[in-house]
């Protein structure tokens, strides 16, 4: 993958993510509830050191409740605990907060007394669009980091001050430098972690149908008046496309932006709560 893919405003937050962890209590690392593993990104860990993490699954609105529950069980053994939350209004996130001061302030080391005197200092860090800065915004209840429904959003690290006994680094969305697992590919690209840009849309959204018949998801078939007995994903695209009106100057269907608008419903939950891997 070329520049697009890892571009220099990430290397470099890699680099700056590594120099401020001398400064860092306590990691807080956000996923996207609906596939946890793939919003991941273990190419951190060297920059992150053994700093104690907490886990937050966010979306969690998103995301099958159940689906959720087992991934929370799967992941309780992350070093400072796993949360789920929604962001967008505020669940979980002081859950997380808590968790990470407790680790921040009591690590049975050394400076425990002076850690509890100071105010802690955590990094949030993830992929692109999982939430880091909505977190951060929740966290200190205003709105001092810049979010949007696209990847990319956060382009340089940024001190907030979340509270009197606490402050956050936010930084920029960081992809694996490659990733070589067509399953992470199709979770990444289905949830907005990618830029759509690099983004093959219709075959995207033959995918997602297909994987959601698969995984019995298929309140689409019912939003897009799908009949029962079509089963061709590409025939699926067809009719959803000719269904919303989505035509070509001379009459064509345009599969294109009918492709658009089934991963944007998909992304924002309109196809139902649907968890892309299970633990
Ligand atoms: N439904 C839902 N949407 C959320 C939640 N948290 C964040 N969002 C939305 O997800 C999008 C991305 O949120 P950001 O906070 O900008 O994500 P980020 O991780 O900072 O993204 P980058 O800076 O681009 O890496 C925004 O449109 C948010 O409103 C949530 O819990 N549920
Ligand atoms: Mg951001």
């Not at 907030?160 to 990733?179: A, F, H, K, N, Q």
Request: charged share 25%.
């Amino acid at each position: 993958m070329g520049q697009s893919w890892f571009p220099g405003h990430m290397a470099k937050a890699v680099a700056e993510i590594r120099q401020s962890m001398k400064l860092i209590d306590v990691v807080i690392e956000i996923l996207d509830a609906r596939a946890p593993r793939a919003t991941s990104n273990s190419h951190l860990d060297e920059a992150l050191g053994s700093k104690p993490r907490v886990l937050v699954l966010n979306k969690s609105d998103l995301a099958d409740a159940r689906a959720t529950e087992a991934w929370l069980d799967a992941l309780g053994t992350a070093s400072a605990g796993v949360v789920q939350a929604n962001c967008q209004r505020g669940m979980g996130v002081k859950e997380a907060i808590s968790l990470a001061e407790k680790a921040a302030r009591f690590t049975g080391q050394e400076g425990d007394r002076e850690r509890c005197r100071r105010r802690f200092r955590t990094v949030v860090v993830g992929i692109p669009n999982v939430g880091k800065s909505s977190f951060i915004n929740r966290a200190a209840r205003r709105s001092g980091a810049k979010t949007g429904d696209r990847p990319g959003v956060t382009r340089a690290k940024q001190w907030i001050v979340v509270s009197p006994e606490m402050e956050m680094l936010d930084t920029p969305g960081i992809m694996p430098p490659r990733v070589d697992d067509p399953a992470v590919w199709f979770a990444l690209a289905s949830l907005g972690c990618i830029s759509d840009d690099l983004l093959d849309m219709e075959g995207l959204s033959i995918s997602l149908m297909s994987h959601l018949c698969q995984l019995g998801a298929v309140q689409f078939q019912q939003r897009y008046g799908v009949p029962a007995d079509m089963h061709d994903p590409l025939l699926m695209l067809e009719h959803v496309s000719l269904k919303r009106g989505c035509l070509k100057p001379g009459g064509e269907t345009d599969t294109q932006r009918g492709a658009d608008l089934i991963v944007r419903d998909f992304r924002s939950g309109k196809l139902g709560r649907v968890t892309l891997e299970r633990p």
